[in-house]
Structures are given as structure tokens and as C-alpha cells.
Nanobody
Framework: QVQLVESGGGSVQAGGSLRLSCAAS?????MAWFRQTPGKEREGVAA????????YYADSVKGRFTISQDSARNTLYLQMNSLKPEDTAMYYC??????????????????WGQGTQVTVSS
């Protein structure tokens, strides 16, 4: 059984930075960050395998966001730099990829957190 709790969201001006955290209870083999705005499908942002930390990123955030984990592999982070208004969304932590497609496909992840809101003002 895996429980995920996100934190670190808030309001920031364009060009600023935020660091999101996801505390995980239970063992995970892979973790990811997704985001969603009202009326739109959930979008994959970044993912990694907890065994080696190898990262994967959506094209829209490459060079701006960094996904990482702590040494105990029980906390996932998303460092977000150079934030843009279009980054505004509810950000969700996910765990345990089922395979069968892209790591950034929301339907292939087993566990989800409740989300943390990120708002970027222009």
C-alpha cells in the first residue's frame, strides 16, 4: 500500500521558482509528477525510476524543471525554475508505473496523491 502526500505549492510570479515535495509511504519502484488544469487531461511532467534516479521529462519543461529523490528514496522533489503562467496547474505525485506505454501517460500509474496547487502570475 502506497500513500503519497504533495506539498510546496503556492503562488509565484513569472520567472520565479518553486520546489514541490512528495512524501511516500510504502515501497515504490517509480515515481512521477503530473499536472492538470480544469477541463483538460492530466499531463505528464517528469518521472524517474527510484532504483537509479534516471529522469524523464516532458518537452515543455526540459531545461527548467528537475526531478529528484532523497537518499532514502521516500521523498520525491520537483524543482521548478523559470516558471511561466502556462505552468499554472494542480500538480500530482504518482507512483508505480505499470509499463505498456510512455512514463508520462497518466493511465499507467497505480497510485496518486491529492495534489498541490501551483499558480504563476504574469
Amino acid at each position: 500500500q502506497v500513500q503519497l502526500v504533495e506539498s510546496g505549492g503556492g503562488s509565484v510570479q513569472a520567472g520565479g521558482s518553486l520546489r514541490l515535495s512528495c512524501a511516500a509511504s510504502g515501497y515504490t519502484t517509480s515515481m512521477a509528477w503530473f499536472r492538470q488544469t480544469p477541463g483538460k487531461e492530466r499531463e505528464g511532467v517528469a518521472a524517474l525510476y527510484t532504483t537509479d534516479g534516471s529522469p524523464y521529462y516532458a518537452d515543455s519543461v526540459k531545461g527548467r524543471f528537475t526531478i529528484s529523490q532523497d537518499s532514502a528514496r521516500n521523498t520525491l522533489y520537483l524543482q521548478m525554475n523559470s516558471l511561466k503562467p502556462e505552468d499554472t496547474a494542480m500538480y500530482y505525485c504518482a507512483a508505480d508505473f505499470r509499463t505498456g506505454g510512455s512514463l508520462l501517460s497518466a493511465g499507467l500509474w497505480n497510485y496518486w496523491g491529492q495534489g498541490t496547487q501551483v499558480t504563476v502570475s504574469s
